[in-house]
T-cell receptor
């Protein structure tokens, strides 16, 4: 049971480049979400999904796209990377019903130069 | 959205000491959770505790939902307890909002 798997662990991009951060879970969780963590600012929600085919915006969605074609996968796309997107990105998943906590992936450290 | 305030922001403990971390919410929340982020950055779910009290080893948590706060107790602290502790909760909807965290350093 791998839990939540994020790839890559580290990435350096040039301004204007695009890339996709991968997130996969093998727990059959309905709910998946992406957070970014910046120094001194805690975790901020970017996008989330309550099931395949359903996504919605979080607190800081600008510059990011998501899709949820399967229950297992929830990729995060950076369309045109900017230095302000330098951050650590975490993917999390959980069952939708009450009583279940979130499981986090190990994170992707992204630097945009 | 809801505001989540954690206190204190920083805490230095001598190994073996006890401590209490606090989390206040600006509105009623459900799905209240506590997390520990270790020095390597991994986020671990400690408690799912929308109300009442739970204990897991040397850690325990209490949530008083009617007064919109939660407490995390660390007893007999160890150096492995170092890291950042986050609380998070959901108001209406599906957005889990995090507090700014309490950074804990346990000295041997």
């Amino acid at each position: 049971n791998a839990g939540v798997t994020q790839t890559p662990k580290f990435q350096v991009l040039k301004t204007g480049q695009s890339m996709t951060l991968q997130c996969a879970q093998d727990m059959n969780h309905e709910y998946m979400s992406w957070y970014r963590q910046d120094p001194g600012m805690g975790l901020r929600l970017i996008h989330y999904s309550v099931g395949a085919g359903i996504t919605d915006q979080g607190e800081v969605p600008n510059g990011y796209n998501v899709s949820r074609s399967t229950t297992e996968d929830f990729p995060l796309r950076l369309l045109s990377a900017a230095p302000s997107q330098t951050s650590v990105y975490f993917c999390a998943s959980s069952y939708s019903g009450p009583g279940y906590g979130y499981t986090f992936g190990s994170g992707t450290r992204l630097t945009v130069v | 959205g809801i505001q989540v305030e954690q206190s204190p922001p920083d805490l230095i403990l001598q190994e073996g000491a006890n401590s209490t971390l606090r989390c206040n919410f600006s509105d009623s929340v459900n799905n209240l959770q506590w997390f520990h982020q270790n020095p390597w950055g991994q986020l671990i779910n400690l408690f799912y505790i929308p109300s009442g009290t739970k204990q897991n080893g040397r850690l325990s948590a209490t949530t008083v939902a009617t007064e919109r706060y939660s407490l995390l107790y660390i007893s007999s602290s160890q150096t492995t307890d170092s890291g950042v502790y986050f609380c998070a909760g959901k108001a209406a909807g599906n957005k889990l909002t995090f507090g700014g965290g309490t950074r804990v350093l346990v000295k041997p």
